[in-house]
């Protein structure tokens, strides 16, 4: 499912993100840990929650979809919850994460990627109606 069409463009920008917030948090881990441990933290974690996201969307079988499924809810509720008490308490973190301010120093990427991404997984399900994954197949009248 992630192999073609969307799936794949999502797989990507995950990827990036993934690799954007390992980097970013690498630095700060290592050189400034010490000034703002905990948004230094947040950025380590959040850069798991994405490699993970990213591995597991792009594994799509049904544990893997699992895996993205909590990833991903993990992810939004750290956006809104970062993103929130950044913007109402400004000094809470001492430095800002990749979830500060909602995403905002990546364009707002954080905020809306784990929406993107719950919304693929739904549509994907196995036995959505139209969602592209393999239909659960329903008694007839003569079967039940």
Known sequence: MTGKGFGRLLVT????LAF????RS?????TKFSEAPVAYSLSTFSAVVYVVATLALARGHARWRAV????VLIE?????TV???S???TDAFGESTVWSGFGQGYGYVPLVLPFVGLWWLWRTRPGAPSGGGTPVATPTESEA
């Open 68 to 71: 993205a499924w909590v990833a």
């Open 83 to 85: 993103g929130a008490l």
């Open 76 to 80: 939004a509720v750290g956006v809104v």
């Open 13 to 16: 920008v995950y990827g990036i």
């Open 20 to 23: 954007a917030a390992v980097g």
């Open 26 to 30: 690498s630095y700060e881990l290592a």
């Open 87 to 89: 913007v109402t308490v």
